[in-house]
């Protein structure tokens, strides 16, 4: 190791977030993170919800610090701990010629990391950032301290952060498969197929406004695991028949079936935490109206247009067959909830406004001039104005990637603090 103290070695990449189809609802092992069922998720487009980290190490540091969103966090918890344990025991040997700086394997029990990570997405969103974060976490030190694990090895310490980081490690669609050993080492995510395989999909998110105390993903499925017979008879019947049918639908992009099972799954999840004793409620009243509006929608259609999805919170992730759907999509949603008279189009519909435009609306007037969809017969339709913060359109998106470009990281390259 270059003795001097003041060399700051640095990484950054990007990681996208994902949300499930097939949800993973239920810990067998608290503390190596193992699920009861297998999962399957789409990544999210990066451009639009990521996190970026950027991780330093130097022997000029004392500890090991991180920040999130440029605030210092702890990092004691066990659930870090884990991660930095596996990945500084799989650590290489690392040179930089240009900077002298050589890292033999067994320094990197000895030095310590700084870690400064950042949403593109506000964190009280209630949008998965841990998967994010955790997988961002893991990918940045794998590439700092020259990791030879492929994705599903790294997947699989990231399982240990937040077990839905684990499918962040892969772009397109991915399945967490359960495993069966014991110590967890074949419980790891997949890629079924890249982003690219399914381009017509288009992502809806609303964000909902009224947001109570939620119960965390981590308590909510251990009190479920410790009360819910649904659950069981969900891991064990019915999730492995429906892991089949979606890998099957997501192979020949048959949206029908697709959509079909992604709401079937969403609905009993959440039919699940309302079997835990106490039951526990992540849906709201706009949720639930969403809802009434796809269903009825879809079924006016003949055919499923939309698919919905509900993680452990109100809102809503809406996936639309292709782009004519969305924009479609986009006018109801405006429909039934328009922006506050204060809030501005263009801070209401985030990601990518082309939707916007593909929908004909280019402002407020527009918003206000939409008629009520043919579906809804109860007329005069009610509009829930304020009822959702925002809308975010994006679609599926690539997997993590290392930045090279050293403007974008966090860190300060010469003293490996918070820029
Ligand atoms: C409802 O991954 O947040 O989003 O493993 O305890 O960190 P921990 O839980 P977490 O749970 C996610 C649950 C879910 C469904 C899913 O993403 O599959």
Redesign the pocket.
Known sequence: MADSKKWVLMATAQTPT???VI???G?RDETL?LPVND?I?VTLDPSHLCTTTTVAVSPGFEQDRMWLNGKEISLSGGRFQSCLREIRSRACDVEDKEKGIKIEKKDWEKLHVHIASYNNFPTAAGL?S??AGFACLVFSLAKLMNLKENPSQLSAIARQG????CRSLFGGFVKWIMGKDENGSDSLAVQLVEEEHWNELVIIIAVVSARQKETS??SG?RESVETSLLLQHRAKEIVPKRIVKMEEAIKNRDFSSFAQLTCADSNQ?HAVCLDTSPPIFYMNDTSHRIISYVEKWNRSEGSPQVAYTF??GPNAVLIARDRQVAAQLLRRLLFFFPPNSDTDLNSYVLGDKSILHDAGIGGSKDVEALQCPPEITNVPAQKYTGEINNFICTKPGRGPVLLSDESKALLNLETGLPK
Request: charged letters at 15%; proline letters at 0%; a positive charge.
């Open positions: 994902n949300i499930a949800k993973y609802w810990k993170i999962s998720s998965a841990s998967a937040s077990g839905s980081a993903s981590t499925m999840f993680d452990a």
